[in-house]
């Protein structure tokens, strides 16, 4: 009985600690989505509430109709077109990528392998000049190809964890399709990646979690806002010279935040899965 007694206390702490913890990550989240509801005035004046006193629904209206004539369904079309098309190109050729270290022998690979991991350690500061003075030197300036079309050679974080996912795969699957009449890139598209689905998925989640929060990548490579992303569209609520609408930028950006939620929700098994499976090895 005594057994059960500590059992039960130790269940209802550790649900009260994890309890605690999620309300402090929350926080910061129910207060910005409770100023998205109040006037800009109201915001700052007591900093902790929640709940605004009087409910200004019309924040959402004001804050959709953007700037100069530039309404949020702009930002959203061309975030939309830029987290879609680099999330395929990322996914695809990863995983060609990830193929080619997995299953084909060729000269030199370790060191190729070496060398792509440890791309993953260099911060973009390091890269960001270098990349800047190349995309102008090619007059890409101002348009979606920065941001879009080096996803298209692969993504190192993606390429390890497909990867790691294909070894578990048995290299008989691929001798047997051979035998059948496959060549290489049939036992790519019909075998392999049919089998790692779940390592696709996740890492499309993470290149769609990347792109949609993108920041400084469209404020280096944009320079109209007619091609503006959500993330860069928020910033031109905040005006120095000017006053702010609080309360519509929170509400924008409170939106800005749904289709992650909606992802994630949708999704979350595949995270989950793909992770916990891409480090056994058969």
Not at 1 to 7: D, R, V
Not at 30 to 35: R, T, Y
Not at 161 to 171: A, C, G, N, V, W
Not at 239 to 262: R, Y
Request: aromatic letters at 18%.
């Amino acid at each position: 009985m005594e057994y059960k007694t500590k059992k039960k206390i130790k269940k209802i702490t550790q649900h009260l600690v994890l309890g605690t913890f999620t309300l402090i990550m929350l926080y910061p989240l129910v207060w910005m989505l409770g100023s998205s509801f109040k006037e800009s005035s109201e915001v700052f004046v007591d900093a902790h509430a929640i709940f605004p006193e009087s409910w200004k629904f019309s924040n959402y209206v004001e804050g959709w109709e953007g700037f100069a004539g530039i309404t949020f369904t702009t930002f959203y079309k061309n975030t939309f077109i830029i987290v879609i098309i680099s999330t395929v190109g990322s996914i695809f050729s990863s995983a060609l990528i990830a193929y080619g270290f997995a299953r084909i022998p060729f000269r030199g690979k370790k060191l190729w392998f070496v060398i792509m991991m440890l791309t993953m350690m260099l911060p973009f500061e390091m890269t960001m000049i270098p990349q800047y003075i190349m995309f102008n030197w090619f007059g890409w300036i101002d348009t979606y190809l920065p941001l879009i079309l080096p996803t298209f050679f692969g993504i190192p974080f993606f390429i390890f964890l497909i990867m790691q996912f294909i070894r578990t795969i048995p290299k008989e699957l691929d001798q047997a399709a051979r035998i059948d009449g496959c060549n290489t890139f049939s036992i790519f598209t019909r075998i392999i990646l049919p089998l790692v689905v779940p390592a696709l998925m996740t890492s499309a989640i993470f290149s769609f979690y990347w792109r949609w929060d993108d920041f400084m990548a469209p404020l280096i490579y944009l320079q109209t806002p007619e091609k503006y992303p959500v993330s860069l569209a928020l910033k031109l609520f905040s005006d120095p010279e000017a006053v702010t609408n609080w309360g519509a930028m929170f509400a924008m950006t409170s939106l800005s935040l749904l289709p992650i939620i909606v992802i994630f929700f949708i999704f979350q098994r595949y995270i989950v899965e793909g992770i916990s499976t891409s480090g056994l090895k058969g």
